[in-house]
């Protein structure tokens, strides 16, 4: 049976992960409102690159914010890249919002600066060996508690993590023809 995969469609880089969940073929699910989070069977949901600020202010004004912490806190699985690491961490060392929070990592917002620190690089993931990791305007994570697993580091600095059902990498994965941290993800279904 094909697993269905919500993406959080509100703003930025959603069609992308559905192109790669196509590629896997995998059913998408575009999450734009409450009820297709709640009407729709889901088995994971990825969190994309975009704007945090932008994305936490729209879950919050669609009422999916409770549903989608809910879900995540009762084990749905998730993939949260960049701004999606942002809004599942439970600090943001340079921002007093919180949003979904309930990844036990505190990370920094905008960590490699501006547009103008966007970077690309080959770095080592978990078990996954060598990886393409895109990074724009990305954060990073500072600290992680002890049932947090480190998968990724870039020089010195903490790029992508798991606790037990969520995933988070500061990097795009969705922007490279790579599908292994996809795979990686969808085996946690």
Do not use: W
């Not at 269905?4 to 930025?12: E, K």
């Not at 297709?36 to 936490?56: F, K, R």
């Not at 943001?92 to 690309?120: C, P, W």
């Amino acid at each position: 049976m094909k697993k269905n995969i919500g993406v959080l469609a509100v703003q930025g880089a959603f069609a992308e992960h559905i192109n790669t969940l196509k590629k896997l073929d995998i059913n998408t699910i575009e999450i734009r409102k409450k009820s297709d989070l709640t009407e729709n069977h889901i088995d994971g949901i990825i969190l994309p690159g975009g704007e945090s600020t932008v994305m936490g202010k729209l879950i919050n004004e669609l009422g999916m914010l409770n549903s989608l912490k809910k879900f995540i806190q009762d084990g749905l699985p998730v993939f949260g890249t960049c701004a999606g690491l942002i809004l599942l961490a439970k600090k943001i060392t340079n921002d007093d919002n919180v949003y979904i929070g309930t990844m036990d990592i505190e990370v920094k917002r905008n960590a490699y600066g501006r547009q103008l620190g966007s970077f690309h690089t080959n770095g080592q993931f978990a078990k996954l060996g060598q990886v393409p990791m895109t990074f724009i305007r990305a954060p990073y994570i500072e600290n992680v508690s002890k049932n947090v697993d480190i998968l990724a580091q870039i020089d010195n600095h903490i790029v992508a993590a798991k606790q037990n059902n969520m995933i988070v990498t500061s990097f795009h994965p969705e922007l490279t023809s790579d599908l292994n941290i996809h795979k990686y993800f969808l085996d946690l279904i």
